[in-house]
């Protein structure tokens, strides 16, 4: 097609002017076979937009997903009968519960299981303990009353024991407010779904949200270093105390404890100087409840406890100098706080604790400047455990008549607190994994500008995986399998919200990539355009000349 | 056929030239003309050539790092050059750009004999009146000459010479070309070909006129069925070109020991990720553009450099093979990733041939001013925006699009000189169509 018959000889003029028309069409048609067969398509492939296809549809049914906690709760009396009774009457009342798919079982007991226990102690250590994760037994002790005036004692592990005279009522009782605390949870789901219709209730809005790691800092603050020399191993006091119960919280995050000192800071409030009216002219200085709050904020400007991206719970020890000690806090009727114990705690943030140093070592004039003093570690780790166990969502519990709780010796937690805390965690993360995911799903398709590259799919897809599975994990009541999941989908659908690469091309909407083109495209392709109405031209002017050849 | 005396005016030229290079080579401006960005890219530049040799002497792969962009053959060729005859370099860059020259000067004689024979056959044929348009045999003993100079002289070839880039060997091939392609040797022109294709990518699209010169060579001494005799001997070319690349390749693989220097070499020429400020038009847009677009922006710009132009203007000029090639090599010079001085300098050489389209160029005197005033504002408005850093990159983007769009008209009016003077001298120099007197004009 390239070559043609240059000069045949004898060939007209006429021939050879239609030729070169021929040739100036055939240029014609390349540019516009170039720029429209070959440009086109490339500009199409290589300026899409890199998406990866989502399961939209079973983000939107997530919204349908219906997450319920079952449970194993078995009864073992040692009338059968009673048991029977009991369990028919639990399961009447917890019949209408909405997030609970409660099964009750009644387990025979044995006569000897008991014969060797002196107290409620010991049948903790017994073989009929439940080992599994979210499983309770309530136990029917004959004789409660020799250890103790409650008719229902809660045990350490995942126990409760209950005396011959309990009603399935007062059971029941228990069960709700104290195990499963079903209205908490629901609060808790609804205050993240619906923000602006319900709140978190008290213990909620005291826990620390969800997150894989918190960070722990540990300040103390002296604000008169040479006159006060503390003599404290703040390191080994955290291991020693501190150290098993973040152990045994392991499961539900991972923990980063840093302990710092802080010099010349103080409280920046005007405690009142009291003189007691016992009659001794001991001084001492109050400091009113309703202005706690305003040591909080100029304390935390000099803690530098923002430097990473988990939340970070402070814990503070004020130990104030022997001229303003000894500092104790007033309640709002005019009264010391109970036990002696001056701390006070603020939700989702940390704890304070103003430990006074001992009045011998301050008015005791003889030793010189600095005057050394060791605090007490057991007291203020005390306090500090007390709060972290506040802080992290074991909530105080409300006060049921003839109803307690055997006394913690060493372990820090109760399991059944734990498995408590397991099920408000798992919920939190599913819904907090579900909303995450359905508001994503809604901006992705909205907005078609945004890229969804490999690595967000792939987190999509494991959180809608993991919040499938983590429900009927749930469902079976698998509680710490389903903790698991969902916290990998908690994360997996954080990350994928909050990943750089989507916003690549965000802000180069479709309207401006118009408007780089066309100054580019459109000169080069207007000649071409013009070009084609003579090409179509000249090819129709063919193939009438080459009918009318044939009709001829 | 040859004139004694042109013959040894021409031989003075070399000497002249030769003397100029030479000194320009021994003095203080070397290294200045050879760092100027407008002389030496990333692709030509002795420098990158050194780094290489040193390195592949210490045993390292040079195609390994992201500096050195030679074919093996020639990181062979310069190591051997630098290690044993460092001091003879100079010297053998100038005799590479006297021969090109000489090179030039008989490819120019050549083609003006078969100008003139061609306008023989083709005199029945043209209109009346039109006498003064043709050429007489007195015609053809200049143009040579005046090739020869413009190569020797131009200041933008000199400045290419002196600044010891590779351009001059690429420059040498592609004459060879030329000539090979006028004289109808299918093998050597093939092999050079392959050779200035193996270097930069572009000259193969002088594949096409050269098909066109071999298969007319072929089919005017034969009698039989010209078009299939044609169509046979540019499959023929183009087979002998593809397996002389193919050699090349092979041999460069052997050489170095792998195929990395494929990606420094043709992947750098087509992906152009160096965005060095050069005379071309590719680093400006790729500085700006944003990383999802790059991919469609280089497609366009390689077809614009090879494929958009190729097919039309061969449709245009199949009968004039030799100023097809001329175009191609100047729209190579504009629209390449890589251009220097140096290409520019070789088709302004090749112009003098078709001195008898000037008297039909509308715009040479707005093209000469373009190239005198965007060559001497280059440097000036380099030297505000690097060291006085009061002007930016735009200044010099500009200077340099002024430039390139000056070669754009250069290109477009000897085009259409030359289909003026055709239609001219087919329809009568004035043509009365419809009662005026008609003239060509782009549009």
Not at chain 1, 22 to 28: M, V
Not at chain 1, 130 to 155: I, M, Q, W
Not at chain 1, 325 to 344: E, S
Request: aromatic content about 10%.
């Amino acid at each position: 097609m390239i070559l043609k018959e240059e000069t045949s000889d004898g060939s007209t003029k006429g021939e050879d002017a239609e030729d070169n028309d021929a040739y100036r069409i055939f240029a014609a048609i390349a540019y516009a076979v170039v720029l429209i067969v070959i440009g086109l398509p490339l500009w199409w492939k290589t300026t899409d937009v890199y998406r990866v296809s989502l399961p939209y549809s079973r983000i939107a049914a997530l919204d349908s997903l219906d997450v319920t906690l079952g449970m194993n709760i078995s009864i073992s009396t040692i009338d059968p009968a009673r048991g029977g009774r009991l369990v028919a009457d639990l399961k009447d009342i917890f019949k209408t519960s909405k997030l609970f798919q409660l099964t009750f079982l009644a387990l025979p007991l044995e006569k000897k299981d008991l014969a060797s226990v002196h107290s409620p102690e010991d049948l903790e250590n017994a073989s009929l303990q439940p080992r599994k994760p979210g499983e309770l037994l309530l136990l029917e002790v004959p004789g409660l009353s020799r250890f103790t005036a409650n008719h229902v004692l809660a045990g350490l592990k995942r126990t409760v024991y209950f005396s011959s005279e309990t009603t399935a009522v007062k059971l029941s009782e228990v069960l709700e407010s104290w195990l499963l605390q079903e209205k908490s949870l629901r609060q808790t789901v609804a205050a993240m779904t619906a923000p602006t219709e319900t709140d978190q209730d008290r213990s909620g809005r005291r826990r620390m949200p969800t997150a894989a790691e918190y960070d722990i800092m540990i300040t103390v603050v002296n604000p008169e270093p040479e006159k006060l020399h503390l003599n404290w191993d703040l390191p080994q006091a955290v291991q020693d105390y501190l150290e098993p119960l973040l152990q045994e919280l392991s499961l539900l995050a991972a923990y980063a404890v840093k302990s710092q000192w802080l010099y010349f800071v103080t409280l920046n409030v005007q405690p009142k100087l009291v003189t007691e009216t016992s009659g001794s002219g001991y001084q001492h200085y109050a400091l009113a409840e309703d202005i706690l709050p305003q040591i909080i904020t100029p304390l935390e400007k000099k803690l530098a406890s923002h430097v990473s991206r988990n939340p970070c719970l402070n814990f503070i020890v004020y130990i104030p100098p022997c001229e303003a000690a000894p500092l104790h806090i007033y309640r709002r009727q005019g009264m010391r706080v109970k036990g002696g114990v001056d701390a006070f705690l603020s939700p989702r943030w940390g704890g304070i604790v103003i430990h006074n140093p001992s009045s011998l070592i301050c008015h005791n004039t003889s030793v010189p400047e600095p005057k050394e003093y060791s605090p007490d570690t057991a007291a203020i780790m005390g306090i500090f455990l007390a709060q972290l166990r506040l802080l992290m969502g074991i909530p105080e519990l409300k006060e049921i008549s003839r109803v307690g709780q055997l006394p913690l010796s060493t372990v820090s937690l109760r399991q059944w607190e734990f498995d408590a805390l397991l099920r408000v965690r798992t919920l939190e993360q599913l819904t907090s994994a579900k909303l995450t995911l359905q508001s994503l799903s809604q901006l992705l398709g909205e907005i078609s500008n945004i890229v969804i590259n490999d690595a967000v799919g792939s987190s999509i897809y494991r959180a809608v995986n993991c919040v499938e599975h983590a429900a009927d994990l749930l469902k079976t009541g698998q509680l710490d399998q389903a903790f698991n999941e969902s916290k990998e989908a908690f994360l997996s659908a954080e990350a994928a919200f909050t990943d750089p690469s989507l916003l690549a091309l965000l802000y180069f909407p479709d309207d401006q990539k118009y408007a780089v083109y066309i100054p580019l495209f459109l000169p080069v392709m207007i000649p071409v355009i013009l070009s084609l109405k003579s090409i179509h031209a000249w090819l129709f002017g063919r193939m009438n000349f080459k009918t009318k050849l044939k009709e001829d | 056929m040859k004139s004694q005396p042109m013959d040894n005016l021409v031989y003075l030229e070399y000497a002249v030239a030769g003397i100029i290079r030479y000194w320009l080579i021994n003095s203080d401006y070397k290294q200045t003309i050879g760092d100027r960005v407008e002389i030496s890219t990333s692709l030509n530049s002795w420098r990158k050539v050194t780094e290489g040799a040193y390195l592949y002497s210490e045993g390292i792969n040079p195609y390994v790092g992201d500096n050195f962009h030679e074919t093996p053959l020639g990181l062979i060729v310069f190591n051997k050059l630098i290690s044993h005859i460092p001091q003879w370099i100079g010297i053998i860059f100038i005799v590479c750009d006297l021969v090109t020259a000489h090179v030039l000067y008989r490819t120019a004689q050549t083609f003006m004999s078969e100008l003139f024979s061609r306008q023989m056959r083709k005199k029945e044929k043209y209109a009346k009146g039109t006498e003064t348009l043709l050429l007489k045999q007195s015609d053809l003993v200049l143009p040579p000459v005046y090739v020869a100079s413009a190569y020797l002289f131009n200041p933008y070839i000199i400045f290419s010479c002196v600044g010891q880039t590779t351009t001059v060997f690429a420059n040498l091939c592609l004459a060879f070309t030329f000539l090979l392609m006028i004289k109808g040797q299918r093998i050597a022109c093939c092999s050079v070909l392959a050779l200035a294709t193996l270097q930069s990518l572009y000259p193969a699209t002088l594949l096409v006129p050269a098909s066109i010169y071999l298969a007319r060579a072929e089919s005017s001494s034969s009698l039989e069925d010209k078009q299939s005799l044609r169509a046979s001997s540019c499959i023929l070319t183009v087979v002998t070109f593809i397996s002389a690349l193919l050699l090349l390749l092979y041999i460069s693989s052997e050489l170095t020991g792998g195929w990395e220097f494929l990606h420094a070499t043709y992947g750098f020429i087509l992906n152009v990720p160096d965005l060095r400020p050069n005379v071309g038009l590719f680093w400006y847009f790729f500085t700006e553009m944003f990383e999802n677009f790059r991919l469609l922006f280089i497609c366009v710009f390689q077809i614009n450099a090879t494929l958009l132009y190729l097919v039309p203007l061969t449709f245009r000029l199949h009968d004039e093979p030799m100023l097809l090639a001329a175009s191609l090599t100047a729209l190579m010079a504009v629209f390449k990733s890589y251009p220097s001085l140096g290409d520019v300098g070789f088709y302004l050489a090749l112009l003098p041939m078709w001195k008898h389209l000037f008297n039909f160029m509308q715009q040479g005197f707005v093209v000469g001013c373009s190239f005198l005033i965007t060559s001497a504002m280059g440097p000036i408005v380099w030297h505000l925006w690097i060291y006085s850093r009061s002007a930016n990159a735009n200044f010099y983007f500009g200077v340099t699009l002024a430039f390139a769009t000056a070669q754009i008209f250069l290109v477009t009016d000897i085009l259409l000189a030359y289909i003026n003077r055709e239609f001219s001298l087919y329809h009568g120099l004035h043509h009365k169509g419809s009662g005026k007197t008609t003239k060509l004009v782009l549009e």
